[in-house]
């Protein structure tokens, strides 16, 4: 079964600084999703990034990116310009791309984030 | 923008009760999630459905059941409320991918907290 791990349950950043948070996953297939979603306090989760494993370039939206190493089954997000708004918890998630375990996430234990102004 | 709505935000319910949770998107997605979140543990899949009356168990299923007679609604059903059961449950759904699968985002509602007495 796959697993995922977030090893930091909490990190803070200062206002406009640069944060990475931490993901790594264990899995015998070798085509899945990974993915990190956003909950911020009392509002509903959101997808963040995403990232397929047979393509080699790291994901990017805005501020967002991904150091995705497949070998070392890594999949740290990188926020820069750390803003107010992104104090939250981060879920690091997992997708096999075999239709026969279903669409079904495993997420990780999440990792809260503090900006601080 | 997609919506995913449950019923209600907060619940309290004794022990031994019958408790329903539903679940309505508005997007015609046909696959719909229930997930428990709990601190520390992240997200766990309780039940899972791909079409109108199917569905599948996820990694925890104890003590829960599902229906989805319409694919917009997808209901969680505690049919007898334990004090283990409380948590924050989460509801979401996602287009179907193709037949090798795809990492099509899922998309989640409030959620529900659940405190049972």
């Known amino acids: 079964a796959q697993t995922v791990t977030q090893s930091q349950p909490e990190m803070s950043v200062q206002e406009a600084e640069t944060v990475t948070l931490s993901c790594t996953y264990d899995?015998?297939?070798?085509?899945?999703?990974l993915f990190w979603y956003k909950q911020p306090p009392s509002r509903q989760m959101i997808l963040v990034i995403r990232?397929?494993?047979?393509?080699?370039q790291n994901a990017t939206e805005n501020r967002f990116s991904v150091n995705f190493q497949k070998a070392a089954k890594s999949f740290s997000l990188k926020i820069s310009d750390s803003q107010l708004g992104d104090a939250a918890m981060y879920f690091c998630?997992?997708?096999?791309?075999?239709?026969?375990?279903?669409?079904?996430?495993?997420f990780g234990a999440g990792t809260i984030l503090r900006v601080k102004s | 923008d997609v919506k995913v709505t449950q019923s209600s935000r907060y619940l309290v319910k004794r022990t031994g009760e019958k408790v329903f949770l539903e679940c309505v998107q508005d997007?015609?997605?046909?696959?719909m999630f229930w997930y428990r979140q709990d601190p520390g543990l992240g997200l766990r899949l309780i039940y899972f459905s791909y079409d109108v009356k199917m569905k599948e168990k996820g990694d925890i299923p104890e003590g829960y059941s599902v229906s989805r007679e319409k694919k917009e609604r997808f209901s969680l059903i505690l049919e007898s409320a334990s004090t283990n059961q409380t948590s924050m449950y989460l509801c979401?759904?996602?287009?179907?991918?193709?037949?090798?699968?795809?990492?099509?985002?899922?998309?989640f509602g409030p959620g529900t907290r659940l405190l049972v007495l």
């Open positions: 979401a759904s996602s287009r179907s991918g193709s037949t090798s699968g795809s990492g099509e985002t899922q998309y």
């Open positions: 899995t015998s297939e070798s085509d899945y999703y």
């Open positions: 990232q397929e494993a047979y393509k080699q």
């Open positions: 998630a997992y997708r096999s791309a075999f239709t026969q375990y279903g669409n079904k996430l495993v």
């Open positions: 997007m015609d997605h046909e696959n």
